[in-house]
């Protein structure tokens, strides 16, 4: 019995090495195979971390490019505002710069933004925005043009660009850069159309100590926003025109010439016995000359234009109201002078206008009946037009971006006629007195 136990003992024990042999075999190769897949998964884990790492940086990097690409879209703009805040009332109804009796805070006040945006380095994107309380605040686009530079320092704009017809065309808008509350009626209420649709060259000469711009434009001026004071829109066709300013240390002087075709709608008077046909333009021509000159040495500022518009019939059998004589052909001038004491500036500004062409509106007598006039007394009480205008006031620089300005205007010499005021036809006044504050800011 013992010797079988030994034996199966014996044989017990190699069947013990056998199934730890093979156990141990079994588990070496669990133990592979899990290092196996441990090491796939290990892998596999890597390469998606890896992945997603890669595709967060990514996006991280999209993000900044964003930011950068904002940053430099801000960079590249560049806005700035303006803003008039006017009251004025006057001795009676006669509508110098629009203001009568009742106090009156809407014929000068007015807001606009303009914006400039950086294409390139020679190339800019600029538009001016106005809204006007007369206008029930609509905004119009004065300025929007695309203007490049080329090596020659030649710069070409085309779009919607300002008529350079005086000194102060480029600041008509912005009262602050101005030294007057507003700009000399006789001289800047004359042309009814302040912008037009078309291009320009401008080509500045530099000398040592002067400077000397040439700007030629053309275009068509159509703007059926812009009314005249009878009521009607005139578009100004086929603009033609040279300007040019000589610059020198404190001096500059200008001058304009400008030739167009005009047409109109049917003009009346509103709010007159005059609701009758006055003015239906056909291929009329235009012309404009402007001249100026200004001294300003930082302290005095002496500045003074003189310019003379014509507007000629068609000529047209068909209808009377297309001969010469049915505008006005104007000659206007000023001289003014400003002196800044600290941040207080007192300006005096003398102005006169006139028209040329009162004889085409003359009465017929017998015998003298010219085909090419018009015999109209309405166009004579209308459209004749004389006054002198005496302004005094000051300007004080509240901080370096806003003004306040206080105006007094005292307009006569109306020699029988309305003073080329339109609210004058019916109220027959022989002068008239202006009081206006304003303030005036940018931004």
């Known amino acids: 019995m ?9 044989d017990g024990s190699n069947i013990v090495s056998t199934v730890r042999a ?48 904002e940053t430099n879209r801000v960079n590249n703009v560049t806005v700035n505002g303006f803003f008039t805040l006017s009251a004025g009332m006057a001795s009676n109804d006669a509508g110098y710069a629009g203001y009568e009796k009742t106090l009156d805070y809407v014929p000068e006040t007015k807001v606009g933004l303009q914006a400039a945006f950086e294409v390139t380095e020679n190339t800019f994107l600029i538009a001016q925005l106005v809204a006007r309380a007369e206008q029930h605040w609509r905004p119009e686009m004065e300025w929007a043009f695309l203007s490049h530079t080329f090596d020659n320092d030649l710069t070409v704009r085309a779009g919607r660009l300002r008529v350079p017809l005086y000194m102060y065309s480029d600041y008509l808008e912005v009262n602050f850069a101005q030294p007057w509350l507003r700009p000399p009626e006789e001289i800047y209420a004359v042309v009814p159309v302040s912008s037009y649709e078309g291009i320009d060259f401008v080509y500045t000469i530099p000398f040592d100590e002067a400077d000397w711009q040439f700007q030629g434009f053309t275009g068509v001026g159509s703007d059926p926003d812009e009314e005249t004071e009878f009521g009607t829109d005139v578009e100004y066709d086929d603009v033609m025109g040279l300007s040019t300013t000589f610059s020198y240390n404190s001096f500059s002087v200008r001058a304009s010439y400008v030739l167009a075709t005009l047409n109109s709608g049917q003009g009346y008077v509103p709010g007159t016995a005059l609701e009758t046909k006055l003015v239906n333009f056909t291929d009329s021509d235009a012309s404009f000359l402007g001249l100026g000159a200004s001294y300003d040495d930082g302290d005095l500022l002496v500045v003074t234009e003189w310019t003379r518009s014509k507007v000629d019939g068609s000529g047209l059998a068909t209808s009377a109201t297309n001969y010469s ?20 500036t007192p300006y005096v500004t003398y102005a006169i206008m006139e028209t040329t062409d009162d004889d085409e509106r003359a009465s017929a007598t017998e015998g003298s009946i010219d085909p090419e006039k018009i015999y109209n007394t309405y166009n004579q009480a209308i459209f004749n037009a004389k006054r002198s205008t005496y302004s005094a006031g000051f300007r004080y620089d509240i901080n370096a971006n806003m003004a306040l300005k206080f105006d007094v205007t005292y307009s ?3 020699a029988n006629t309305s003073g080329g005021l339109t609210g004058n ?19």
Not at 2 to 10: D, F, G, H, L, V
Not at 26 to 52: N, V
């Open 325 to 344: 004589g049915n505008w006005q052909d104007v000659d206007s001038a000023y001289i003014s002078m400003a002196y800044r004491v600290g941040n207080i």
């Open 22 to 69: 093979t156990l141990l075999q079994k588990t070496t190769a669990t133990l592979s195979l899990a290092a196996c897949i441990s090491g796939a998964l290990f892998s596999s884990y890597t390469a998606a971390e890896q992945l997603r790492r890669v595709q967060l940086l990514e996006e991280q990097v999209s993000v900044l490019e964003e930011q950068q690409a």
């Open 412 to 414: 006569d010499d109306f």
């Open 425 to 443: 036809v019916s109220q027959a006044e022989e002068d008239t007195l202006v009081y206006t504050t304003s303030l005036n800011m940018v931004f």
């Open 2 to 10: 013992s010797k079988q136990i030994a034996i199966i003992t014996i």
